[in-house]
């Protein structure tokens, strides 16, 4: 069954902590994504990647950064977290292309910065 | 840039009633695909449709359908004779030529027993 993994379903971290958020997927894909959804808004797009080494920013980069050194895994990070980063955090995968195959997403990462 | 609408916030039916849920879409590309996915309390998204912007030809897969009009822009679900299971947040979303996957806020569906 193909996937993409979270490291954590569960984060608790303190103001000003660097934080890493780990999304690992096996399904070759070449596109990966990093969501964050908050009540009443949806899920909006923090991050994406195209390829190994590639990033892009989506609608809300500030305050994140990425990684993707291996194809396989797509890091979130968060420089210095702070409380209005509390939220879910969705890793999602995808072939290259249109839509071809969909989008796999992961279980979630509940973040909480207190 | 691609951008989706899902006006209602929170639905609630009694079970065994339908429910129909609206999605509007806007993109500038000539081709796209749609999505539903389903959400439960579980968190998971949970892939339900997709529908490329040259197929619309509506589907019914058991008690799901779907209506896409390119003409207007809309995407809508439904549901047919609800089940307590069916309680979940339901999203529509959006990729266009640059494989971004732009989503609505979402429906709030509540199936009371």
């Known amino acids: 069954d193909v996937k993409v993994t979270q490291s954590s379903r569960y984060l608790v971290k303190r103001t000003g902590e660097k934080v890493f958020l780990e999304c690992v997927q096996d399904m070759d894909h070449e596109n990966m994504f990093w969501y964050r959804q908050d009540p009443g808004l949806g899920l909006r797009l923090i991050y994406f990647?195209?390829?190994?080494?590639?990033?892009e920013k989506g609608d809300i980069p500030e305050g994140y950064s990425v990684s993707r050194e291996k194809k396989e895994r797509f890091s979130l990070i968060l420089e210095s977290a702070s409380t209005n980063q509390t939220s879910m955090y969705l890793c999602?995968?995808?072939?290259?292309?249109?839509?071809?195959?969909?989008?796999?997403f992961g279980s979630g990462t509940r973040l909480t910065v207190v | 840039a691609q951008k989706v609408t899902q006006a209602q916030t929170e639905i609630s039916v009694v079970e065994k009633e339908d429910v129909t849920l609206d999605c509007v879409y806007e993109t500038r590309d000539t081709t796209y695909y749609l999505f539903w996915y389903k959400q439960p309390p579980s968190g998971e998204l949970v892939f339900l449709i997709r529908r490329n912007s040259f197929d619309e030809q509506n589907e019914i897969s058991g008690r799901y359908s779907w209506n896409f009009q390119k003409s207007t822009s809309s995407f809508n679900f439904t549901i047919t004779a609800s089940q307590v299971v069916d309680s979940a947040v339901y999203f529509c979303a959006v990729a266009g030529g640059n494989n971004r996957l732009a989503f609505g806020k979402g429906n709030q569906v509540v199936v009371i027993p």
């Open positions: 990647s195209y390829d190994v080494k590639m990033k």
């Open positions: 999602a995968s995808s072939q290259q292309g249109r839509g071809l195959g969909g989008y796999t």
